[in-house]
């Protein structure tokens, strides 16, 4: 670790800054580029493959042959892409409510479907993925994330870190919400069979639910999220605290001071969820007035920025 510090400062990395688009960044290209940095990831990626393999074969994944159905709630499938290039001769089928747009070369092996929106093949529905946050929290597990695997008692075991805040909300939202799914799961097995539905009948009603629960939730549930220690750490190395919040200032201050509106910014982008946070409980009436007043600032100033830019191509023509 010490040596990556030093190739890093060399690079012009400070190790307490966060990088919000690391794979964008000159910097960390110049890192990874490092022949040194390049040889230790290299040795350290094969030990972390050898015991992943492990843990596959012990679960009995197929590793060399065949294929595999995998299920997720999105947005990309990257996991899925991982497994697919660890296991180019096993296909891999995934299953997922929704689909963004893909960051990467799709592996040949790795095939792909939504049963929401699904952005690679069309841009309709995407107002359902705009927030995904409320929905990983109500799909989230007490169980942690993995961060690595190691022999025992002659098998695999995965290691998992778990974070107390992250689980307090599941104990006082989450678990209720799954435990109200499973309970509903045997009526609605039942109700298909006997009466032939399928899952595209139902998928009108189901988009509808959604975009309910993301665009008017309710006050409960929002409150519930602003409580949240949200796991990043797949997407952007840490934890990202919703409980933490600016001054209402903030957001009046904006319409005048440039500093103050990127701040507005910055908190409105890593809150995940805007609706979730007017409609909170916990969200002082100040702070909400706050934020609609700049949010409403913003949309006239977009509505006047679309009719100065159509009086000009009138002019011109």
């Known amino acids: 670790a010490a040596g990556f510090v030093s190739h890093a400062t060399r690079c012009g990395i400070d190790i307490d800054e966060p990088v919000t688009w690391p794979w964008q960044d000159e910097r ?32 009995g994944v197929p590793t060399s042959g065949g ?21 180019p001769a096993v296909t891999i089928h995934g299953h997922y409510l929704g689909l963004n747009r893909y960051l990467n070369t799709q592996p040949p092996n790795a095939l792909k479907q939504a049963f929401g929106p699904d952005r690679n093949a069309s841009d309709a529905l995407a107002d359902l993925i705009d927030f995904v946050a409320p929905i990983e929290m109500l799909s989230n597990s007490p169980n942690g994330s993995v961060v690595g695997y ?33 309970d509903s799961a045997t009526f609605w097995a039942d109700f298909l069979r006997t009466h032939a539905y399928t899952a595209g009948d139902l998928r009108p009603l189901s988009l509808q639910i ?10 409960f549930l929002a409150h519930a999220y602003f409580q949240l220690n949200h796991n990043e750490t797949f997407g952007v190395g840490g934890y990202a605290d919703k409980r933490e919040r600016p001054p209402a ?35 002082s009436p100040a702070f909400r007035a706050a934020v609609r007043l700049y949010l409403t600032a913003g949309r006239a100033a977009r509505h006047m920025t679309r009719m100065r830019e159509g009086f000009r191509g009138i002019a011109r023509r």
């Open 28 to 59: 960390v290209r110049r890192f990874l580029d490092d022949g040194t940095v390049k040889a230790t990831l290299e040795g350290h990626l094969r030990q972390r493959r050898e015991a992943l393999l492990a843990y596959l074969d012990a679960a």
């Open 67 to 87: 294929s595999m159905e995998i299920a997720d709630i999105g947005w990309r499938g990257t996991i899925q892409d991982n497994l697919a290039h660890l296991l």
């Open 249 to 283: 200032s903030t957001f009046v201050l904006a319409l005048v001071s440039r500093n103050r509106r990127r701040q507005a910014r910055e908190f409105l982008r890593h809150c995940g969820w805007i609706p979730g946070l007017l409609a909170a409980s916990n969200t």
């Open 210 to 219: 959604w975009r309910d629960i993301i665009s008017a939730p309710p006050p």
């Open 150 to 182: 190691e022999p025992h008692h002659g098998t695999m075991r995965a290691l998992r870190e778990a974070d107390a805040a992250e689980n307090a909300v599941f104990d006082t939202c989450s678990r209720h919400f799954q435990r109200g799914v499973l």
